[in-house]
């Protein structure tokens, strides 16, 4: 990809967003979703997304970004 | 048996602390029992003060004396007893001095400075707690001279200038527990006259709290990104990415990064070998206490390290911390409860200026101006109140314009004023200008014999003019006057003979007296209103010819610039002070810290407390401050919403 830091983004954002986590793992959406960023859906960044889906699905499946429980 | 016998040790030191707290002065009572609060949050895995730093999920705070007495086999005794309470206490004290200080540094937080001598309070006791056990002459306080001159210079470090001046992850690896770690293990050490191995423990017990720290750092990886603060892991994902450090990159950004080159396991992995560094230590030292624990932390960063990477853990283990815990930005999630508690009560009431000490003869008589002022603010956030406003509106007409709800209150410019400034924000806007035609044209009247805005009208139709001297108080005040004339200006129906009068002899008096032209509110409330009358009045199509803005826009300056330089200590006069910047047109002269007093001051309902913001009269024929929590609440959302464009800083 030639801007590293969009790519990058985008993965950020499926860490912290379930919702457009949700929409990237889609493959009816994904394309809206990388579009919604900016990112052409080409063959190379799908196959690096998919590369780091597992990354991303290791690191928020750990209540990483769920809400904070509360404290009484 | 042992282990029953530590508890009841330890809980006989808790007491110790529980009984030093116990007779502080209330001020700095009420602080420490804050903190209590906060370190239990932080580091207690049941929430519970006596808890902290007791699970393998932290550095071990609190057992570095009493461990090290026991590794290095003292005899147990009264010495050694005396000298572990005193270290505990000592220990406690430290722990509770760095959250202290890491609060005040934190933006997002509720630490505020008045906690600096509580800061006092826990250096100066945990140095006589040490005092009580190490003997005055020896070397071990040069050592801790050292160590905290290191601490020092850790906290004063400017951040800014460490991101801008190395890359290197490790400059910004620093853990806060470290100095507190070793002063307490040297003071152990002096006090058994073990200074021998002072180097190799302070060492394992460095090394122990950074790897500590790379994983708090790695868990507080959004939140200092939307600081915009560096920690180890940013600079090392920063680095494997090749994504530079200044300016500060996005949030997402970095934590892409992260995901992309995998950077979670060699971060993990860093502070893994600081603690097998630790532990060769403690082999090397015969420390077993401290060895045990190190493996045991080795074998929990390593459990996480895999849940983390492979999305796995252990059956019967408990369920992994979280590698990045969520942040959400603190200014919106203020701005949010902020508007939830303003939009809690449709009738604003506690804003009413309600009084109860028998004015004109009532149990009760209120004003609902301040409610007005409030539904001002939230349209200028856009929300949409217009219900609420049609309301306000509807009573005031009801009320024929009077400031308080009683026929013999007198008719006034600030309630006119705030009636024509909601105007146009109503539903519907035709019956309210007939309905204000009356009093409008009383106000003509009064302006033209007055030659200036009166506060107070007289012979209003329907009025039964004011018979109390306490509610006449307040005449000739400009604010009042710019209130009515931001109304006034605006308003459909042509008043060019009452604005050019108004407005001029408001001007004279600004020009000759500055902000002393406000009578009756905030000066630097009235500042920001005068800073947007004048602006008004500056504007292409206003049909008036005036003299003297540029005139009176110069002494508001100045005072403006004055205020500014001065310390701003509430909430509300923060606030008043952002919001007059940006009226007259000088963000340039905020304070990136002003809105961090603001934010430190919310309450959890969303609420700042109310703070003094106009005389009212009182019982006894006396006068005290009228304060409200919505209204000053609303002046602390008004100046939050209006930076919110700036990077806000987070909280967890």
């Known amino acids: 990809m030639d801007d590293d830091s969009k790519f990058y983004a985008l993965l950020g954002r499926a860490l912290i967003d379930p919702e457009f986590r949700a929409q990237l793992l889609d493959t009816d959406q994904q394309s809206e979703a990388l579009e919604k960023l900016g990112i052409v859906p080409s063959d190379e960044v799908l196959e690096e997304l998919n590369a780091s889906i597992h990354a991303i699905n290791a690191l928020a499946s750990h209540e990483a970004f769920a809400p904070i429980p509360a404290v009484t | 048996m042992e282990l029953e016998a530590d508890s009841k040790l330890t809980s006989r030191r808790w007491h110790d602390v529980d009984r030093l707290f116990a007779g502080l002065p209330p001020a700095l009572f009420r602080q420490v029992k804050l903190l209590e609060y906060d370190l239990a949050l932080r580091y207690s895995p049941a929430g519970q003060f006596h808890d902290i730093f007791s699970s393998p ?21 009264a010495t050694r007893d005396e000298t572990e309470s005193r270290l505990f206490v000592a220990s406690v004290l430290m722990a509770a001095r760095v959250q202290t200080v890491e609060g005040l540094r934190d933006p997002g937080g509720f630490t505020t400075d008045d906690r600096i001598a509580l800061v006092q309070w826990l250096s100066d006791r945990a140095s006589a707690e040490i005092a009580r056990v190490v003997p005055r002459d020896s070397s071990f306080w040069d050592e801790f001279e050292a160590v905290a001159g290191e601490d020092a210079t850790r906290v004063a470090a400017d951040p800014d200038f460490a991101a801008a001046t190395s890359d290197d992850p490790e400059a910004h690896l620093v853990s806060p527990f470290s100095a507190p770690l070793r002063m307490v293990a040297l003071a152990a050490l002096a006090a058994v006259d073990r200074l021998d191995v002072a180097p190799r423990v302070a060492d394992m017990l460095g090394q122990i709290a950074d790897a500590y ?170 929300l949409d109140v217009r219900r609420l406003i049609d309301e306000f509106l509807n009573f005031t007409v009801v009320n024929g314009f009077r400031y308080y709800d009683h026929p013999r209150s007198g008719v006034d410019s600030d309630t006119i004023g705030v009636f024509l400034r909601l105007r146009p924000l109503a ?36 009025a039964q003019g004011s018979e109390s001297a306490v509610i006449a108080l307040g005449e000739g005040c400009g604010t009042v006057a710019a209130h009515l004339l931001l109304g006034l200006v605006a308003a459909p129906v042509e008043h060019e003979r009452t604005v050019a009068l108004g407005a001029q002899s408001l001007l004279d008096r600004i020009g000759s007296v500055g902000v002393a032209a406000n009578v009756n509110y905030p000066p630097l409330y009235a500042l920001g209103v005068f800073f947007r009358l004048l602006r008004l009045l500056d504007a292409p199509d206003v049909p008036v010819a005036l003299e003297g803005v540029g005139h009176a826009r110069e002494a508001l300056a100045r005072e403006l610039e004055r205020a500014v330089s001065t310390s701003q200590m509430a909430a509300q006069d923060a606030a008043l002070l952002i919001l007059a910047c940006h009226e007259a047109n000088r963000e340039d002269l905020i304070d990136p810290a002003w809105p961090v007093h603001v934010l430190k001051r919310q309450r959890f309902d969303g609420s700042w407390i109310g703070e003094p913001f106009a005389a009212a009269p009182n019982r006894g024929r006396s006068v005290s401050w009228y304060s409200s929590t919505l209204l000053t609440t609303a002046l602390c959302y008004d100046a939050l919403a209006r930076g919110a464009k700036g990077q806000p800083p987070a909280t967890d």
């Open chain 2, 427 to 462: 539903t519907g806007t035709r019956e309210y200008d007939r309905a204000a035609s009356a009093v409008l044209e009383c106000l003509e009247r009064n302006v033209h014999e007055a030659g200036a805005i009166p506060v107070w009208l007289s012979g209003c139709a329907g």
């Open chain 2, 213 to 382: 720290q790379v994983i708090a750092d790695l868990a507080a990886l959004q939140r200092d990104l939307q600081r915009g603060r560096t920690s180890y892991p940013i600079a090392f994902i920063a680095r494997s990415a090749r994504v530079p450090l200044r300016p500060a990159p996005r949030p997402e950004v970095i934590l892409g990064a992260m995901v992309a080159t995998g950077s979670v396991r060699p971060i993990v992995e860093s502070a893994l070998g600081r603690l097998r560094m630790a532990r060769g230590i403690a082999i090397e030292l015969r420390l077993s206490t401290f060895a045990a624990f190190v493996s045991n932390a080795e074998a929990d960063f390593e459990a996480r390290l895999a849940s983390w990477t492979v999305g796995s853990f252990a059956s019967g283990l408990a369920r992994p911390a979280p590698a990045v815990r969520p942040s959400t930005p603190t200014l919106s999630q203020a701005l949010g409860m902020a508007e939830g508690f303003l939009l809690a009560d449709p009738t604003f009431r506690e804003s009413w200026e309600m009084h109860r000490e028998g004015m004109l003869g009532q149990p009760e008589v209120a004003s609902r101006f301040p409610a007005g002022l409030i539904l001002e603010i939230l349209c200028r956030r856009g």
């Open chain 2, 57 to 77: 999920d932290h550095p071990p705070v609190l057992s570095v004396a009493r461990w090290l007495l026991r590794d290095l086999e003292i005899p147990p005794g």
